[in-house]
């Protein structure tokens, strides 16, 4: 069984920055596409980044330039860098990803951003 284990979510003002975190069990980790979406209040859940096995990156336009995506594949870890956090951003954030026909989700990490 897949687990994936958010943290780092929180309140920080307009401008400010956020590292979030996902953990995961087991040696899977190295092997896939690991990703971060998020959803705010009536909106879809969408994708913010994704990072492949070989430290390829994908980003929704909106957080180009804000946000990192990396992995420490020796902690089984992927990491969501934000920075210039605008109140826009305010959603929950979830790691995901995806072996064979399977999605498996964190169960997510809310942050807040606002004066």
């Known amino acids: 069984q897949v687990q994936l284990v958010e943290s780092g979510g929180g309140l920080v003002q307009p401008g400010g920055s956020l590292r979030l975190s996902c953990g995961t069990s087991g040696s899977i980790f190295t092997i896939y596409t690991m990703g971060w979406y998020r959803q705010a209040p009536g909106k879809q859940r969408e994708l913010v980044a994704t990072i492949t096995s070989g430290g390829s990156t994908n980003y929704v336009d909106s957080v180009k330039g804000r946000f990192t995506i990396s992995r420490d594949n020796a902690k089984n870890t992927v990491y969501l860098q934000m920075n210039s956090l605008k109140p826009e951003d305010t959603a929950v954030y979830y790691c995901?990803?995806?072996?064979?026909?399977?999605?498996?989700w964190g169960q997510g990490t809310q942050v807040t951003v606002s004066s």
């Open positions: 995901h990803t995806r072996i064979g026909l399977l999605d498996y």
